[in-house]
Structures are given as C-alpha cells and as structure tokens.
C-alpha cells in the first residue's frame, strides 16, 4: 500500500513563508502526477499545485507567483514552497499522487494532511 508522509506545516504570521515535503514509500517516478491539495473550514478541498512525471507544473490562480512545487530526487520528495503567505492559505494541506495504471481510471493516493495556519 503506497504511503504518502507530509511534514512541514505549521504556523507563520502573513507574509511569512513554509515549506511543504511529501514524501512516498515508493520512488516519485513511479506516480503520474503528485501534488497539494487543501482544504479550509467550511470549503470544499480545492487544488494547489500539481506536477506531471515529465515535469510540467499548474497552479491554483490564487497561489500563482507565490507557490512553487519541485521535486526533490535526492530526497525522493515533491516540496511545495509557499511564499508571501495570507491568511487565506490557512487550510490543512494534503498530498497526493496517482498512479496510472494499464485499465481503467488511475489509483489515487493521498497524505494524511498537515495545518498550515496563517495570522495576521
């Protein structure tokens, strides 16, 4: 069973930065695309970032200039580095992948979550 491990969250005052890891239980290159994901009190889970195997990234319009998402080979991670953070970016963040398989829709896989907590 693929394992997806976060660390990195915390909080920040506005304007401040943080840096996402997730990290699998198998080789990065083995997913189709991984990526973040969050989610605030009282919304619904919303993109943020996204990186396909062959290295292209897409951002959610609200984080664009100011999140950037990167592998990590050396560390076998996907970091989301979040800049110029807002208190509208507090949420819990979750990490996912999937996994394109030769049949049917992929399998997706995802974090346990991590608070991102933004004051200002």
């Known amino acids: 069973q693929v394992r997806l491990v976060e660390s990195g969250g915390g909080s920040v005052q506005a304007g401040g930065s943080l840096r996402l890891s997730c990290a699998p239980s198998?080789?990065?290159?083995?997913?189709?695309?991984m990526g973040w994901y969050r989610q605030a009190p009282g919304n619904e889970r919303e993109l943020v970032a996204v990186?396909?195997?062959?290295?292209?990234?897409n951002y959610a319009d609200a984080v664009k200039g100011r999140f950037a998402i990167s592998r990590d080979n050396a560390k076998n991670a996907v970091d989301l580095q979040m800049n110029r953070l807002g208190s509208e970016d507090t949420a819990v963040y979750y990490c996912?992948?999937?996994?394109?398989?030769?049949?049917?829709?992929?399998?997706?896989?995802w974090g346990q979550g991590t608070q991102v907590t933004v004051s200002s």
């Open positions: 198998e080789s990065i290159f083995r997913f189709t695309t």
């Open positions: 996912y992948a999937t996994k394109r398989k030769s049949y049917g829709p992929p399998d997706v896989y």
């Open positions: 990186i396909i195997s062959g290295g292209t990234t």
